[in-house]
């Protein structure tokens, strides 16, 4: 089984839904670093649910860090955050019949009848928490030196949000929102069409933009280290996630090369782009515009009315309604862990190119 993701700054998650807890390492992290506990509680909280457009499942998300940070500072050695799990319902759980969209069937393919079922287990959404936990040190340590992250829903359900215009006042305007769209008139109609989702026993996806600006130029490596690489890699550890791209993305297969390159120009002794339909990436290398990447979250599996599956203990078809507590929309929380991912990794990127302690 393979945790653990990174080169200079390596992050490894553990534990499972229903475990005792969940957690995060972070090894390669530099001595220096200071950690704010009132930061990471408030990006917990913004992956956390909250009304009828979430799971009922509440945790507090009560964090401790066990290891690495002496007085509010990094001390160089690995960073160990832990999350107990306290509101579980581990009876609303039949381990045999497969529910369709989840990894109930190839966890039990994979690991011989031995996994975690409970929960979704070791591959459930929950173990994000620790993600979100890490990514906020990762967070702080980017802004203070003047790489700045910002997503928003850029699509729910068929609604689409505006893009980004002026980035650091969208940024701002997003920093706390729980729901993260730039136009409020278009997430309050993202909720409704929640709302209907879960009236009717189903469930909605949609698509997270993800901006990064202050990234340096000249920062990444060709072929299978690049920029994007890395970032496709660390995003699709991101339950749900199903697809993702770069600046116009798929929307570049169908432009000429004259729509498609970026035009190159020098104001100021500073060279930029004028306009970005590669996202801030040439060659896997960044070039100094924003990076521009979107992801797309499926809907969520577990829904209320009954689906065809199979009993793979049995080995016989059967049918499948669910039980417990779960999101007819997981977009607007993964939005925060979509953040944190990207933190990590950027953090890892820039170690790997300039040393660790560029992040001091």
Known sequence: MKNTFGNSIAVTVFGESHGDCIGAVIDGLPAGIA??????????????????????????????????????????????????????RSGDYDYGRARPGHADYTAYLRYAGHEDYRGGGHFSGRVTAALVAAGAIATAALEKKGVHIATHIARCAGVADRGFEDFEKDRQKLENEYFAVLDDSAGALM????????????????????????????????????????????????????????????????????????????????????????????????????????????????????????????????????????????????????DSVCALTLCDILATRFGADFLR
Request: proline letters at 6%; one cysteine or more.
């Open 191 to 338: 909720k409704e069409k929640i709302e209907q989702a879960r009236a009717a026993g189903d469930s909605v996806g949609g698509v997270l933009e993800t901006v990064v600006c202050g990234m340096p130029a000249g920062v990444g490596e060709p072929w299978f280290d690049s920029v994007e690489g890395m970032l496709s890699h660390a995003m699709f550890s991101i339950p749900a996630v199903k697809g993702i791209e770069f600046g116009d993305g798929f929307k570049l297969a169908d432009m000429r090369g004259s729509e498609a390159n970026d035009p190159l120009r020098v104001k100021d002794g500073a060279v930029y782009t004028e306009k970005n339909s590669n996202g801030g990436i040439n060659g896997g290398i960044t070039n100094g515009m924003p990076i521009v990447m979107k992801i797309a979250v499926k809907p969520t599996p577990t829904i209320f009315t009954p689906q065809r599956t199979v009993d793979f203990i049995k080995n016989e078809n059967a049918e499948i309604s669910a039980k417990g507590r779960h999101d007819p929309c997981i977009v607007h929380r993964a939005r925060v862990v979509a």
């Open 35 to 88: 950690v704010d506990n009132g930061f990471i509680a408030s990006r917990l909280s913004l992956r956390r649910p909250a009304g009828s457009i979430s799971t009922s499942r509440a945790e507090k998300d009560e964090f401790k860090l066990v290891s690495g940070v002496v007085n509010g500072v990094t001390c160089g050695t690995p960073v160990t955050v832990i999350i107990p799990n306290e509101n579980v």
